[in-house]
């Protein structure tokens, strides 16, 4: 079964370096919780992040998504899959390319892909040549920050709530810094 899907030809490159690329957990930095129902196929974004997002186009940059499944109520494969390509719509709707899109079917800890672990971005890597050494990773979960420490990225907490990673409020705090 599939953990990647390998979106852009043109983000494709065998040094990295010359891509101005981020690593991007959508949960809660791009989708609102409060306004989304997963169960009747509903996904609410930020109106904050959808800015965020077109000013990221306009500097030029590229994102690997990182989308996990849902862990007190994991959604079928299709709708999981659904929700995938929603959110990859999105992202591209404001203008950013998307290099990657990696998700994990299942919630199983000892599965080593599954998110939050390190193996999700050991997987990118893998299958697309990136190197994290320095590379922005945005979400609001210290989970996802430390998994992306642990692969040499570089952890940027969008929210409150935390003294260990360089914190923005929004994305577009962040987009504005850079």
Do not use: H
């Not at 509903?42 to 590229?62: E, H, I, Q, R, V």
């Not at 672990?117 to 990118?124: A, E, L, P, S």
């Amino acid at each position: 079964m599939s953990r990647f899907k390998y979106l852009l030809d043109e983000t494709k490159s065998d040094d990295f370096s010359e891509v101005k690329l981020i690593g991007l957990f959508p949960f809660n930095t791009l989708i609102d919780s409060s306004a989304t129902d997963l169960s009747i196929g509903k996904l609410g974004f930020l109106d904050d992040a959808l800015a965020g997002l077109t000013a990221m186009s306009k500097k030029n940059y590229s994102v690997v998504l990182f989308v996990n499944q849902i862990k007190n109520k994991p959604l079928q494969y299709e709708t999981f899959q659904s929700m995938n390509q929603t959110i990859e719509n999105m992202v591209r709707n404001q203008g950013v390319k998307v290099a990657g899109l990696y998700w994990c079917p299942s919630t199983d800890r000892n599965d080593p892909y599954v998110v939050p672990n390190v193996g999700m971005f050991t997987k990118v890597t893998e299958n697309q040549g990136i190197v994290w050494k320095d590379i922005p990773v945005l979400s609001t979960s210290d989970n996802d920050l430390k998994a992306a420490e642990r692969a040499g990225a570089k952890g940027i907490k969008i929210g409150k709530g935390s003294t260990k990673w360089t914190q923005f409020e929004t994305i577009s705090d962040w987009v504005a810094s850079v």
